[in-house]
C-alpha cells in the first residue's frame, strides 16, 4: 500500500477505487479489516479524521477482532477519537478496546 511507502495522498486517493473491486470482497476479512486500518492510517496522517474514522468503523463491521485487538487500531483510534465532536462510531470503538469510560 501506498501508506506504508509514506504516500498517504496517493493511499486515500487509491483506497477507493480498491474497495470497488469485486476482488476486494474475496478477500479474507481479516485482510480486509487490517488493510482498512491502513488507510484510516493514511487518512489520519493527512489530517482527514472523517475519513479515519469512515475506514476504521468500516474495519470494525467487516473484523472486529482486527481492530479491537491490533495495537496499531488502538493507536488510530486513540488519535481519531479525540476530534470535537468524536466522529460518529469512534467513541463507541473508543470505549470498546477500553480508551474511555
Known sequence: MAAQRGDA??????????????????LPVEYRGAYLI????AYL?????????RALVDADSIAPAEVR???????????VAPGHPAPAGVARLATLVGLTR
Open 9 to 26: 495522498t496517493e493511499a486515500v486517493q487509491r483506497h477507493a477505487a480498491v474497495i470497488r473491486r469485486k476482488v476486494w470482497w474475496r
Open 69 to 79: 485487538c491490533r495495537p496499531v487500531a488502538r493507536t488510530v483510534i486513540a488519535e
Open 45 to 53: 496522517s493527512l489530517g482527514d479524521l472523517r475519513g479515519a474514522a
Open 38 to 41: 491502513d488507510a484510516a492510517r
